[in-house]
């Protein structure tokens, strides 16, 4: 449930057949909502979204947002929203939340799991030439945080904790253990 390049990518990576659509949910955040419960909660709704227009498939979903201090950033709004977004981020650490989902209806009845995964990743400080240089690159839109690790941006972190594929887009370690208790092997 995700029309995502980088999922897609992640997905071939594992051998995993698929086939690809996105699922058109509100995002917003609710009131007093944090942030592990909002990633799950995407994920759940796209699955179920997911399972409604092909009942008769397991459904992967998953949503990713960049946390830090208790903030969300979710993708930027446009290029101003951007550089704010990389300055907040820049000599500091934050987590990448992933919140994924698997559904499925069996004999008419719905049939969800879940769970979200955390990497910490800490950024060196950014220069104001770097983010206008990152910005002009185009590579911010469209991706939580305004960075993707596996472009350019990987030149701004330092280090991280956990899993790589998770600052991607998809946990794949979790993800493959997902789908194998779901019958999907990840070893054909």
Request: with cysteine; net charge negative; proline share 3%.
């Amino acid at each position: 449930a995700s029309a995502s390049s980088r999922r897609k990518e992640l997905l071939d990576q594992i051998g995993v057949r698929y086939q690809s659509a996105s699922m058109d949910i509100d995002e917003s955040v609710h009131e007093n909502e944090a942030p592990n419960d909002y990633v799950e909660r995407l994920a759940r709704e796209k699955a179920c979204a997911g399972s409604k227009v092909s009942p008769s498939m397991l459904v992967l979903a998953a949503d990713t947002t960049v946390v830090i201090s208790g903030k969300i950033l979710g993708k930027p709004d446009d290029e101003d929203d951007a550089p704010e977004m990389l300055n907040l981020l820049s000599g500091r650490a934050h987590q990448v939340l992933t919140g994924i989902a698997v559904s499925r209806c069996l004999q008419g009845k719905l049939s969800i799991e879940s769970q979200v995964v955390v990497t910490d990743v800490y950024f060196d400080v950014i220069t104001e030439l770097q983010i206008e240089q990152y910005i002009k690159s185009g590579e911010p839109m469209g991706k939580a945080g305004a960075y993707g690790i596996q472009g350019k941006a990987a030149l701004f972190v330092e280090r991280i904790e956990g899993s790589y594929s998770n600052v991607v887009g998809l946990p794949l370690l979790e993800t493959g253990k997902l789908l194998e208790r779901n019958n999907v092997s990840v070893w054909k």
